[in-house]
């Protein structure tokens, strides 16, 4: 969140295993459009570094083994790091700490099923951001 623009969230998508420019798989660019329509197809892949871990306030990781990685590269990022399913309580829908898998390579319901875990994560915790920063404000 900005200090300049209150309710207003910086992201950034970065990967463990992914190497710098690469396109988000058809499959990504399909289900966003379809289920959001959002425009994936300029996204561009970005490898997670230390200085990305160390600009960060939080960051959502979609398996433990995401995780492990971030804190293996800055261990100090502990209190920082949570799996995005972590905000959630439990539903019927995402289960809490349940890791979120990646569907490269699955069929177009699985991705659309992650997107639905995903898209629930993040409403939840951009709810409880604004939560947050009302609640300091």
């Known amino acids: 969140m900005t200090a300049a623009a209150p309710g ?3 992201t950034l998508s970065a990967g463990t295993s992914t190497i710098d420019g ?5 499959e ?3 289900v966003l459009k379809e ?3 959002i425009d994936m197809s300029s996204h561009k892949s970005r490898r997670l570094t230390e200085a990305l871990i160390l600009d960060s306030d939080r960051i959502f990781v ?3 083994v995401h995780r492990d990685w971030v804190l293996a590269m800055v261990p100090s990022a502990e209190k920082k790091v949570f799996l995005l399913t972590e905000t959630v ?5 995402v289960k809490s700490r349940m890791d979120v898998p990646d ?3 699955m069929s177009d319901d699985f991705y659309k099923n992650v997107f639905g875990v995903i898209r ?4 939840k915790i951009a709810d409880q951001l604004i939560r947050e920063e009302r609640s300091a404000g």
């Open 22 to 26: 690469y396109p988000p798989t058809p």
């Open 120 to 123: 629930a994560c993040v409403k």
């Open 103 to 105: 569907p490269i390579r």
């Open 89 to 93: 309580s439990e539903d019927d829908y």
């Open 62 to 64: 979609m398996e433990q």
């Open 28 to 30: 990504t660019v399909k």
């Open 35 to 37: 289920e959001e329509d």
């Open 8 to 10: 207003r969230f910086v």
